[in-house]
C-alpha cells in the first residue's frame, strides 16, 4: 500500500471549517484514499473514503486532486467533539485488504 | 447493532504469564481482525480471519502469539510468556465480506506487562 504524508498536529477553532490534508505521491490506480479517526480511548471510526470523485456523507467531505496524489478532508462545521487523530490511508480496492496505519494527525478544535 | 465488543478493557499482568483477550464482533459480520497500538502510534495489523479461517498474519505476530476464531463468531488472541514490549492497546475489528468494506474498530484491551 503506497505510504501517507500528514502533518502531526493542527488546530481549528470551534464553529469553523477544519481541512486535514494528507499526501499520498505514490498511489497506484487501484488504491482508495479511506479517512478513519480515532478519539481518545476508543478504536478507530470510518469517516469516508473515495477513488477519484469528491466524495461527502454525514461526517465530512474528501477533495481528492485530479492527479490523485493529494486530498483534503473537510469537516465543515468543527466541534469540540471532533478532537481527535485523523488518519489518512490508501488500501488496494480489494475485499479483505488490511489497512496500514499511519501517525495521523492530531486535530485540536478549540472553543 | 451492538458494536465490536472487547474484553477485557485493561489488563495487567506481570513479565512471563500468559493473556488472552476476547473480541465479540458486529453479528453477521464473517471478517475479524486484530491489530496492535503503541502510544503516540497508529495501530499495526496483526492478523485476519475470513469466517474461522485466519487468512494472513503479519511478521509483528510471533510465535508466542495465536489467535483463534473457532466458530467464525468470537476470536480470542492469546499471549503466552508475556515481555514489557508486549504492552500496548490490542484492537479488534469487524466487517462484512465485501469490497471497499468499512472496518468497524472495538475499544480495544489496554494491555501493561510489569
Known amino acids: 500500500d503506497a505510504k501517507t504524508t500528514q502533518p502531526p498536529s493542527m488546530d481549528c477553532a470551534e464553529g469553523r471549517a477544519a481541512n486535514l490534508p494528507c499526501n499520498h505521491s505514490?498511489?497506484?490506480?487501484?488504491?482508495?484514499v479511506y479517512w478513519y479517526r480515532q478519539i481518545h480511548s476508543q478504536g478507530p471510526q470510518y469517516i469516508i473514503h473515495?477513488?477519484?470523485n469528491n466524495e461527502t456523507n454525514e461526517m465530512a467531505s474528501l477533495i481528492i486532486t485530479e492527479d490523485r496524489k493529494s486530498s483534503t478532508l473537510i469537516l465543515p462545521h468543527a466541534t469540540l467533539r471532533d478532537t481527535a487523530v485523523y488518519y489518512c490511508?490508501?488500501?488496494?480496492?480489494?475485499?479483505?485488504?488490511?489497512?496500514?496505519f499511519g501517525e495521523g494527525t492530531q486535530l485540536t478544535v478549540n472553543p | 447493532d451492538t458494536g465490536v465488543s472487547q474484553d477485557p478493557r485493561h489488563k495487567i499482568t506481570k513479565r512471563g504469564q500468559n493473556v488472552t483477550f476476547r473480541c465479540d464482533p458486529i453479528?453477521?459480520?464473517?471478517?475479524l481482525y486484530w491489530y496492535r497500538q503503541t502510544l503516540g502510534q497508529g495501530p499495526e495489523f496483526l492478523t485476519y480471519?475470513?469466517?474461522?479461517?485466519?487468512?494472513?498474519k503479519s511478521r509483528l505476530l510471533s510465535d508466542r502469539f495465536s489467535a483463534e476464531r473457532p466458530k467464525g463468531s468470537f476470536s480470542t488472541l492469546e499471549i503466552q510468556r508475556t515481555e514489557q514490549g508486549d504492552s500496548a492497546m490490542y484492537l479488534c475489528?469487524?466487517?462484512?465480506?465485501?469490497?471497499?468494506?468499512?472496518?468497524?474498530f472495538g475499544s480495544g484491551t489496554q494491555l501493561s506487562v510489569l
Open positions: 473515495g477513488l477519484k
Open positions: 480471519f475470513q469466517n474461522e479461517a485466519q487468512l494472513e
Open positions: 453479528s453477521e459480520h464473517n471478517r
Open positions: 505514490t498511489i497506484s490506480g487501484n488504491e482508495y
Open positions: 475489528a469487524s466487517s462484512p465480506q465485501r469490497i471497499n468494506e468499512k472496518l468497524f
Open positions: 490511508i490508501v488500501r488496494v480496492a480489494s475485499s479483505g485488504s488490511r489497512l496500514t
